[in-house]
C-alpha cells in the first residue's frame, strides 16, 4: 500500500494495484466456498467475477483463513476470573481489511466481539460502505441504526466501524481511533494480513510501534510472504512485480526471525514467527485437514512445500491483563521474548 521506493532498486509499487490485491483475495476466498473449504455467507456478495482457483491455492488460502481464524478464537475465548461472571469486552482491529467478511461471519455465528472496526484506503471504504448499503444481509449484521455514507466511506454502527485511512498516516491513525471508539485498555486483536509488506520499511514499522505503545493488552496478527532471496522468492517477487505490487517490506524482514525482531524492537513483549509448512503441519485442526484433502485432487506436493515455506505468520503480544499465558502456537520452541 505504498509508493515510496525500496530495497531492491527498480522496485515500485502501485496503490491501486495494491488494492486489486484485495479482489483476489476475494475471489479466492469464494473459489473455496463454492468447493467447500470453509463455510462463508458473505463473501459471494463482495466477488463481482467468480473464478475457479487451483486446487494449490484453495488450500493455501484455507490454511491462510483457518489459522487466522484459530487464533481469533483462541483470543475471543481468552477470559479473566472475574467474581460477577460476566464477559470481558473485546475488540478487533483489521488494518487493510479489503472487502474482508470475518466480521459478518462471526455476527452470524454469535461470536462478534464488543467492537469490529477495519480501516484501509478510502478507495476500498467507499466501495465496501456502498455493497453494506446495497445488500440487506449485510446492512443487517451492521445495525439498523449504523450510518452509513458511501461519499466518506465510512460506516459507523454500535459494534461495526469502516473507516477510511491511509496507513502510512500514523497521526491519521490515531484521530481515528477515537471516531471508531476504540480503547486502548481493552484487549485487542489487530489483523494484517499482506497489508505491512507492501509499505516501506518506515511506514510499516512505524505501524507496529504505534500499536505496540497504544494498546496495553493485544495481539498483532500478521500473514506475510518471506524468503525473497532463493529462487522461488525471487520469482514470487517478479510475479508481484509485474502486477505493480512491489513487496516494499520484505527485504527488511526477509526470515522468521527478522518478523519476531521487528515487533520485540517496537516494544512488543512476546513474538512468534511460523511458516505456513510448519503452521499447517502443526497447528491447523489435524480432522479439518482430513476434510479439506479430499475435496480435490491434489498431485502438487513439492511446489506446495515451497509456496508455503515462502509465507508465515507472525503475531506479538503484549499481555498486561496476563490473559494470554496460553494463547498461540505449540510447543513454542521458538518463542522469542523481550525480557530473555
Request: with cysteine; hydrophobic share 40%.
Amino acid at each position: 500500500m505504498q509508493e515510496m521506493a525500496t530495497h531492491a532498486p527498480g522496485s515500485h509499487s502501485n496503490t491501486a494495484a495494491v488494492q486489486a490485491t484485495n479482489d483476489d483475495a476475494s475471489a479466492s476466498k469464494l473459489s473455496c466456498v463454492k468447493k467447500g473449504y470453509m463455510r462463508d455467507d458473505y463473501i459471494h456478495l463482495f466477488v463481482r467475477r467468480p473464478v475457479r482457483r487451483s486446487p494449490i491455492i484453495n488450500r493455501g488460502y484455507f490454511a491462510r483463513w483457518a489459522t487466522l481464524r484459530k487464533l481469533l478464537f483462541q483470543f475471543l475465548d481468552c477470559e479473566t476470573n472475574s467474581v460477577d461472571g460476566s464477559h470481558l469486552k473485546k475488540q478487533v482491529l483489521s488494518l487493510g481489511a479489503g472487502f474482508d467478511t470475518t466480521y459478518f461471519q462471526l455476527k452470524e455465528e454469535g461470536k462478534a466481539p464488543h467492537v469490529y472496526v477495519e480501516m484501509d484506503f478510502k478507495e476500498v471504504t467507499m466501495k465496501k460502505a456502498a455493497l453494506i448499503e446495497t445488500h440487506h444481509e449485510l446492512r443487517e449484521k451492521v445495525g439498523t441504526t449504523a450510518s452509513i455514507s458511501r461519499e466518506k466511506g465510512e460506516v459507523l454502527g454500535d459494534n461495526y466501524k469502516l473507516l477510511p485511512v491511509d496507513l502510512r498516516d500514523i497521526q491519521k491513525l490515531g484521530d481515528v481511533m477515537a471516531l471508531a471508539n476504540l480503547d486502548p485498555s481493552v484487549p485487542t486483536f489487530i489483523i494484517a494480513e499482506c497489508v505491512l509488506i507492501y509499505m516501506d520499511p518506515e511506514a510499516s514499522t512505524a505501524v507496529v510501534g504505534w500499536a505496540a505503545k497504544r494498546f496495553s493488552t493485544a495481539i498483532i496478527f500478521l500473514y506475510e510472504q518471506i524468503h525473497p532471496n532463493d529462487a522461488f522468492g525471487d520469482q514470487m517477487i517478479r510475479n508481484l512485480e509485474s502486477r505493480g505490487c512491489a513487496l516494499l517490506g520484505i527485504y527488511a524482514t526477509p526470515t522468521l526471525e527478522a518478523k519476531e525482531k521487528l515487533f520485540l524492537d517496537q516494544g512488543w513483549q512476546r513474538a512468534v514467527a511460523w511458516d505456513m509448512l510448519r503452521v499447517y503441519s502443526k497447528f491447523i485442526d489435524a480432522q479439518e485437514k482430513r476434510r479439506i484433502e479430499r475435496l480435490e485432487l491434489f498431485d502438487e506436493f513439492e511446489e506446495w512445500h515451497m509456496m508455503q515455506e515462502h509465507y508465515c505468520v507472525a503475531y506479538a503480544i503484549n499481555d498486561a491483563m496476563g490473559l494470554f499465558g496460553n494463547f498461540g502456537f505449540p510447543d513454542e520452541d521458538r518463542v522469542v521474548s523481550s525480557t530473555s
